[in-house]
């Protein structure tokens, strides 16, 4: 079956640090998605991308988030100032088809980014 | 605003078949219902998605009543690498967009006993 890979598997950084979580979707995939998973709880929406543009952003995706598909292939989570709360488990995703309430969604094996 | 209702734990032996239902009271017409499993540390996996009456494929079958108002994961013959957390997802509005996106309930966690 094929596969999202996420880079690196774990990340470490200091509170107010700048990381970049990487992401390879599925190849022949148009849509793109960050969700995150705090210890213990939920896995959370964060964003959704598509031609180039943020199609949905929940709440926690503010101004210190951004996404960009820099080449053909990869697709990155830039968090501009880490703060404790920033972490988590981010998960990447992608799907064919537009909405994703009906449709089958990839995930990768995640990014565990720990903020000291 | 679509929301799902599961049993926050279920426990079961090897051997067994597994239900677990879910609550989706307020679901949209255009709603799919998507089920997930997720392991420690991995991300999500999809199972299976449906949206009306019953869906099987080599993993599970989902069962959706008429009024879509509630549908049940049946895994057959469970074992030890079942233990996972069930997700069940409906569609779901973004706030601050009034767009959709795949929300994430608490899901149902399975503990399979040998």
């Known amino acids: 079956e094929p596969e999202v890979t996420q880079t690196p598997s774990h990340q470490v950084t200091q509170m107010g640090q700048e990381v970049i979580l990487r992401c390879v979707p599925i190849s022949n995939h148009l849509y793109f998605y960050w969700y995150r998973q705090i210890l213990g709880q939920k896995v959370e929406f964060l964003v959704s991308f598509y031609n180039n543009e943020i199609s949905e952003k929940s709440e926690i995706f503010d101004d210190q988030f951004s996404v960009e598909r820099p080449d053909g292939s990869n697709f990155t989570l830039k968090i501009r100032s880490t703060k404790l709360e920033d972490s988590a488990m981010y998960f990447c995703?992608?799907?064919?088809?537009?909405?994703?309430?009906?449709?089958?969604?990839?995930f990768g094996s995640g990014t565990q980014l720990s903020v000291l | 605003l679509a929301k799902t209702t599961q049993p926050i734990s279920m426990d079961s032996y090897e051997g067994q078949e597994v239900n677990i239902t879910c609550s989706h009271n307020n679901i949209a017409t255009n709603d799919y219902i998507t089920w997930y499993q997720q392991f420690p540390s991995q991300g999500p996996r999809f199972i299976i998605q449906?949206?009306?009456t019953k869906v099987t494929n080599e993993v599970a079958s989902l069962f959706i009543p008429a009024d879509r108002k509630s549908s049940t994961l049946s895994l057959p013959r469970v074992s030890l690498s079942d233990t996972a957390v069930y997700y069940c997802?409906?569609?779901?509005?973004?706030?601050?967009?009034?767009?959709?996106?795949?929300?994430f309930g608490s899901g149902t966690r399975l503990q399979v006993q040998p």
């Open positions: 997802l409906v569609g779901d509005r973004i706030l601050d967009m009034g767009r959709r996106a795949l929300t």
């Open positions: 995703a992608s799907s064919a088809y537009r909405d994703p309430t009906n449709e089958k969604l990839f």
């Open positions: 449906g949206y009306k």
